[in-house]
C-alpha cells in the first residue's frame, strides 16, 4: 500500500492562495501517478486534477483549470496542489490519490487515498 497525507488546509477568503500537500510513505512514490479530488458535503467526490509520474503531463477540471496547479518533488514523496483565486465554490475536503497506471478522471483509477484535508473559503 501507499500510505498518503494531505495537508495544507484551511479557513480563507475568497480570492486568497492555498498549498495543499501530499506526503507518501514508501519508496515507490516515483513510480505513482497523482491526482487530487474534492468533495462537498452532500455531493459525489469529483476530480480535480492529476500529474504523471514524472510530472511531464498534468490534468486539470474546467471548474479549475487556470487557478489551481498540481506538482510533485519526487525527492520529497510529496505531491502539491497550489490554489489560487479561491471562491466559495472551492470548500470542500480534498483528497489526494495515486494510481499505478496512467489515470482517468474517475476515483476508481485510483488504487491508494489519503483521509483529506478541509479547506473552507468565506465569501
Known sequence: QVPLVESGGGLVQAGDSLRLSCA?????????????????????REFVAAITRNGFSTDYA?????????????AKSTTYLQMNSLKPEDTAVYYCAASGRYPNRGTGDYAYWGQGTQVTVSS
Open 62 to 74: 474546467d471548474s479549475v483549470k487556470g487557478r489551481f496547479t498540481i506538482s510533485r518533488n519526487n
Open 24 to 44: 507518501a510513505s514508501g519508496r515507490t512514490f516515483g513510480t505513482y501517478h497523482m491526482g487530487w479530488f474534492r468533495q462537498a458535503p452532500g455531493k459525489e
